[in-house]
């Protein structure tokens, strides 16, 4: 049966009982930190779940019994929860595509911003006059990801740049357009990109701010 549990599940189920009371042994400790993490998972991720037969159900795993609900039932019970994430993950992936195509219709009027085939769009902040950027060149940059509400996934501007070849840069991103955003720019080069929608990462607009500090 395919219940589709992530591996700390697993792992919990030979962890020892739930109800353990021993949280100073390595044992115990390793034990408590299996169930918090499931724990805290399942709440961060707001499943509707009774903990108290999702307890009884690690125990009797673990002591090899029956379980309490036949196969075919969880089967189905396991189905039905698979389609439900399935359609609210559908409907979400949806709505933000329009969200984001809405915005990028909206971006594209705005003054300096210029619009690539592929639907990427980008502005310069501050031009530079340094070196261009070559498919073999390696490149020293700064970036700050975001999305559209503001909120920062990450930066290297607080910290050390970035150095990668513009022939790993597709790995290291995971974004073909990005890199030819970034072949489009010069040492000195301040941009601001946006990136069009994709299911991979949520059918969200990524901002990108990237800073070319160096080119060889």
Request: charged share 25%; hydrophobic share 40%.
């Amino acid at each position: 049966m395919k219940l589709g549990w992530s591996i700390a599940l697993a792992a919990l189920l030979v962890a020892g009982s739930a109800f353990a009371q021993d949280t100073t042994s390595d044992k115990g400790k390793l034990s408590y930190a299996m169930g918090f993490q499931m724990g805290s998972r399942l709440s961060a991720q707001k499943q509707d779940v009774d903990i108290t037969t999702f307890t009884k159900a690690v125990q009797d795993a673990f002591a090899g019994r029956e379980p309490s609900v036949p196969i075919a039932a969880m089967q189905e019970a396991v189905q039905k929860y698979e389609q439900k994430m399935k359609a609210a993950q559908d409907k979400e992936l949806a709505d933000n595509k329009r969200e984001a195509d809405a915005f990028l219709a909206s971006n594209r009027s705005k003054q300096g911003i210029v619009a690539l085939p592929d639907g990427t769009q980008y502005r310069v902040i501050d031009p530079g006059n340094g070196r261009a950027i070559a498919p073999t060149s390696e490149v020293t940059f700064h970036v700050r990801v975001s999305l559209t509400s503001g909120r920062e996934i990450r930066s290297s501007f607080v910290g050390e740049p970035i150095k990668a070849k513009v022939s790993e840069m597709g790995n290291l991103f995971g974004s073909k357009s990005l890199v030819e955003v970034i072949q489009k720019m010069r040492v000195g080069d301040h941009w601001m990109a946006y990136l069009p929608p994709d299911p991979a990462s949520g059918n969200q607009v990524y901002v990108w701010e990237i800073k070319i500090v160096d080119v060889k």
